[in-house]
């Protein structure tokens, strides 16, 4: 299974309710120009887990609107800023573990989510455990064995880094 975990879009720095933010004109840019990347890849992801924060929604509904086919998409309530990335990885496993069937090394997921779980989600689903920091809108690409339940780091890159992929 390939794995895609991504930082929203740039988001407003003002605002005292953090959930409520909102997605900035760049922020949707990003998002965009993420969404091209994954059809100009041919990447048709089977699947979103999406933080219930405003920013990590905008960024997500961005990206799928860059699709012609529906995409599954769930928004998850412990993918947060402060949320722990063990205990996604055990709901992901206990996912897989329940409908193997539809969870091949062919599907591709996409989780939104926020700094620092995004970097801390990587190291999680990882061999060489690495935490690596995100710019607003970069992807982390890993190739996720579901037979061992963890994965390899194939690249980290953001949306200014689309020209030269």
Same mark, same amino acid.
């Given at each position: 299974m390939q794995i895609y975990i991504m930082r929203h879009g740039q988001a407003n720095p003002t605002g005292s309710i953090d959930h409520l933010r909102e997605l900035t004109s760049k922020g949707y840019q990003e998002a965009k120009a993420i969404g091209h990347?994954?059809?100009?890849?041919?990447?048709c992801l089977s699947q979103i887990f999406v933080s219930p924060f405003i920013r990590a929604q905008q960024t997500a509904?961005?990206?799928?609107?860059e699709f012609s086919l529906a995409v599954k998409s769930q928004s998850l309530d412990f993918i947060?800023?402060?949320?722990?990335?063990?205990r996604f990885h055990d709901y992901l496993d206990a996912v897989i573990a329940n409908n193997?069937?539809?969870?091949?090394?062919?599907?591709?997921?996409?989780?939104?989510?926020?700094?620092?779980?995004?970097?801390?989600?990587? $190291?999680?689903?990882? !061999? /060489?455990a690495q935490s690596p920091i995100f710019q607003?809108?970069?992807? $982390?690409?890993?190739? !996720? /064995?579901?037979t061992k339940m963890k994965g390899q780091l194939v690249k980290l890159f953001a949306p200014a880094d689309l020209a030269a992929i």
């Open positions: 990347w994954f059809n100009d890849s041919g990447i509904n961005t990206v799928l609107g947060t800023p402060s949320d722990n990335a063990e193997p069937s539809e969870y091949t090394h062919a599907d591709h997921l996409l989780i939104v989510s926020h700094m620092p779980l995004v970097s801390y989600l990587v $190291a999680e689903l990882t !061999y /060489d607003t809108a970069a992807i $982390a690409h890993i190739d !996720y /064995d579901v």
